[in-house]
């Protein structure tokens, strides 16, 4: 029984998962495909430069709770089973970075990673928002960011494991969505390594007034 528990709970994970937010508020609201543009993701960065930020902002937080729930459910049908989460949280993940709606395509996982973990612990929140957002304006990568969510989730898990507060397999959860999140984002990785990869945040910002600087000496 709790093998067709768990199956029913993947299945659920997955799908919520694989709902397009990014596609479709950018249809509804911009009148654009966002995968026709940028990275083609379909994740709020990608959102944020064809929608603007308030679109990206949305997607982000619907993309975060649309993975609650597969995690609610197995801690409801599930109870005391925390592989049943965790296996719930990635799976929803998974669902939004190889969506079956649209071709097994779409975002890197960020959003969702901070939301399934959230359902594990609530107090999550009041950690990785703060500490990814200064990492992306900080230092400038929006693919630095959403690797830095997985790696804070990893921290948190294990220091309330190490205290014996939480399960140690919420940490295998962690480790999981650095997993995906690695592989989804190699392309970055790569422009990381060479230097090309866009700047965002204040480093952005500095760089314009910089280039513009330069161009207004060069004027004179």
């Not at 790696?151 to 295998?172: K, L, N």
């Amino acid at each position: 029984m709790q093998g067709v528990m768990l199956v029913l709970v993947a299945a659920v994970g997955y799908l919520l998962g694989s709902i397009p937010i990014g596609v479709i508020l950018t249809r509804w609201f911009a009148g654009r495909d966002v995968r026709q543009s940028g990275s083609g993701r379909t994740g709020s960065t990608n959102v944020m430069r064809v929608g603007g930020w308030k679109l990206g902002l949305v997607t982000g937080v619907i993309d975060a709770l649309k993975a609650a729930p597969a995690v609610w459910l197995a801690q409801l049908l599930l109870p005391g089973n925390h592989w049943a989460g965790v296996i719930a949280g990635l799976v929803a993940v998974l669902g939004h970075v190889y969506s079956i709606f649209i071709g097994f395509k779409g975002g890197a996982g960020g959003a969702p990673a901070i939301g399934a973990a959230i359902a594990l612990w609530p107090w999550t929140a009041a950690i990785v928002i703060p500490l990814g957002a200064l990492v992306w304006y900080g230092v400038g990568y929006a693919s630095v960011a959403t690797m830095s969510f997985s790696v804070i989730i990893i921290t948190i898990m294990a220091v309330r494991w190490y205290i014996h507060q939480g399960p140690s397999e919420y940490i295998a959860y962690g480790i999981g969505t650095l997993i995906i999140c690695l592989w989804t984002l190699r392309p970055n990785i790569s422009r990381l390594l060479k230097g090309t990869e866009p700047l965002h945040g204040w480093r952005a910002k500095r760089l314009r007034q910089h280039e513009n600087d330069s161009a207004s000496s060069t004027g004179q």
